[in-house]
Structure formats: structure tokens, C-alpha cells
């Protein structure tokens, strides 16, 4: 299984709703990671866990906020959102964080916030 | 301040031929390397990887060259197939917090 699954697939949120994304993965990584990629733009880096702790906060609003329950499961809880953070978020794993392995990606979920 | 560069937005190539996609970067604390293939409404999946110790790394039809005095690398494809039809992002870490840092990719159109 070399698979990241992300629910759900699109979501269309008001900017007053609270809403969470959900990543999960079975490869046995320890390293999780959230993008976000808004169109024609390479994907943004926003959290990192390693071993299911907070590891990097690429300086992300509040109104965002990532949990890891445990070493399979990613969460990304939304409230407050503005419509410009309508984009596609990336979840992604990696074996563990900052040695040579690659990240494999989920589909995403593209988010439109009205 | 964009570190990976792919300047050249889109490409287009005949079926069988070579493909060559580009990508340079500026900070030279990177020392790994890794091409990601996204198609449409799908996230982005590993194509192949090197590591700074390497100038070379092969992997079927696709062979990524790194040139670390020009800080540039090249992806090639050979034969090209209209299933390689897809958007390629470079992508670089390295440095004191290793996250992946990406270039903002090359549409590749493989023409049948």
C-alpha cells in the first residue's frame, strides 16, 4: 500500500463554517506533511510532523489548524477561512523527515471557500 | 525570492522522441533533488530522485542529470509517450530545515 488518502475530495465552505481535511497513510511513515497549491503555483509547504509532533509551522494563520492523532491519521482543521485560501491542499508522507526519502502525495482536496 | 527555477512554463514533444524538462536553483545548501509528474485534479507523484554525491541517476525512460557547478538539473525522458502528458515540478531541499522547496513546474504535452 503506497497509498496517502485524502477526504474529502472537494469541499465548499462559508467563512463562517468549521470544517476539517483528512489524511491518512499505512506505509508505516512517521513524517507528515500539509501543502496548500493555489492554481499555476507550485505546492506550499504549511506543517510538518515527525513523529506525530509539530516539527515546522511555515508561518500559517491561525484560522488553519493541523492535529496528528496518531502516526497514521493527519487532520486539518478549517474556521474563520477567507475565500483567497480557496486552493487545493496537498497532504503527503514521507518515511521520516529530513533524510533522503521522497514524500508520496494524496489527490488532495480542493477547497473553495465562499 | 523563488530557489527553483523551471522557466520554461510548458513543452511540447513528439511521441518517441526525447523530452528534456530543466530546472536550476540558486541556493547551494541543496543537496537533493526529486522530480515530481501531476496530472489533473491528482496530487503530485515521485518520478525519481538524486543526491548531490551523484551528477547522474536512471531509472527506465527517465534520467535526471545534476550539474552542481551550473546548479542545474534536467529530466529526460526517452521515449517520450503521450501518458507522460502531464505537469513536472523540480524540487530541491536542503539546508537547516529540509523541506522540499518546488518550482512552479513545466506542462508537458507528448503529441501521438
Known amino acids: 500500500d503506497t497509498e496517502v488518502t485524502q477526504t474529502p475530495k472537494h469541499l465548499v465552505m462559508g467563512m463562517t463554517n468549521k470544517k476539517s481535511l483528512k489524511c491518512e497513510q499505512h506505509m508505516g511513515h512517521r513524517a507528515m506533511y500539509w501543502y496548500k497549491q493555489k492554481a499555476k503555483k507550485p505546492p506550499e509547504l504549511m506543517f510538518v510532523?515527525?513523529?506525530?509532533?509539530?516539527?515546522i509551522n511555515e508561518s500559517v494563520p491561525s484560522r488553519f489548524s493541523p492535529e496528528c492523532p496518531n502516526s497514521s491519521l493527519l487532520n486539518l482543521h478549517l474556521h474563520a477561512l477567507q475565500p483567497e485560501d480557496s486552493a487545493l491542499y496537498l497532504c503527503?508522507?514521507?518515511?521520516?523527515?529530513?533524510?533522503?526519502?521522497?514524500?508520496?502525495f494524496g489527490q488532495g482536496t480542493r477547497l473553495t471557500v465562499v | 525570492d523563488q530557489q527553483v527555477k523551471q522557466n520554461s512554463p510548458s513543452l511540447s514533444v513528439q511521441e518517441g522522441r526525447i523530452s528534456i524538462l530543466n530546472c536550476d536553483y540558486t541556493n547551494s545548501m541543496f543537496d537533493y533533488f526529486l522530480w515530481y509528474k501531476k496530472y489533473p485534479a491528482e496530487g503530485p507523484t515521485f518520478l525519481i530522485s538524486i543526491s548531490s554525491i551523484k551528477d547522474k541517476n536512471e531509472d527506465g525512460r527517465f534520467t535526471v542529470f545534476l550539474n552542481k557547478s551550473a546548479k542545474h538539473l534536467s529530466l529526460h525522458i526517452v521515449p517520450s509517450q503521450p501518458g507522460d502528458s502531464a505537469v513536472y515540478f523540480c524540487?530541491?531541499?536542503?539546508?537547516?530545515?529540509?523541506?522540499?522547496?518546488f518550482g512552479k513546474g513545466t506542462l508537458l504535452t507528448v503529441n501521438p
Open positions: 510532523y515527525s513523529y506525530e509532533k509539530l516539527s
Open positions: 524540487a530541491a531541499r536542503g539546508g537547516s530545515n529540509y523541506k522540499l522547496t
Open positions: 503527503a508522507s514521507s518515511q521520516v523527515w529530513a533524510m533522503d526519502t521522497e514524500a508520496f
